[in-house]
């Protein structure tokens, strides 16, 4: 039996999918950066624009766009990120300290709807933040 083809045939599930965000393209490598931690669960790499002598971009794998995209179930993996700082703070000696920023929202001044932890080291930072 023939089966003739559909007149308005559906969209294919991946032309329904949103562009991956630029963050989750250096997850998965389809753009390159210059990554200086990484584990199962996130990853760190320098910003393309650092706004200081130190400025790291601190993610998790998982794609959640931000804070009030949290869920309880991310409480462990967001504290995870946390960890990983520390750890890569120590690996770089951050010994003065270190700020760690993150946009929610247009407001922020969010650009890149994946969550994103800014850390930022090796000169004064003010407060209040412009
Ligand atoms: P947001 O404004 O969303 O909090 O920060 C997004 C950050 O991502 C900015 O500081 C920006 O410089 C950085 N960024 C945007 N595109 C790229 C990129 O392609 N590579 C890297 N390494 N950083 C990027």
Redesign the pocket.
């Known amino acids: 039996m023939r089966v003739s083809p559909r007149r308005n045939p559906l969209p294919s599930p991946l032309s329904l999918m949103p562009d991956k965000t ?2 989750k ?2 997850i998965d490598r389809e ?1 390159p ?2 990554i200086v931690y990484e584990d199962d669960l996130c990853m760190a ?7 200081a002598p130190t ?1 790291l ?1 601190v993610i998790p794998k998982k794609e959640i766009v931000s804070v009030d995209d949290v869920e309880p179930e991310d409480e462990a993996l967001i504290g995870h990120l946390f960890t990983a700082m520390r750890k890569i703070a120590a690996q770089l000696s951050l010994s003065g300290g270190y700020r760690v ?3 929610c929202g247009r407001d ?6 994946h969550i ?1 932890f ?1 850390l930022l080291a090796g000169r004064k930072f003010t407060w209040p933040p412009g």
């Open positions: 630029i963050f393209k250096i753009v950066a210059k790499f320098e910003d393309i624009h650092p706004r400025h971009i920023i993150t946009n922020a001044g969010q650009e890149v709807m994103h800014h």
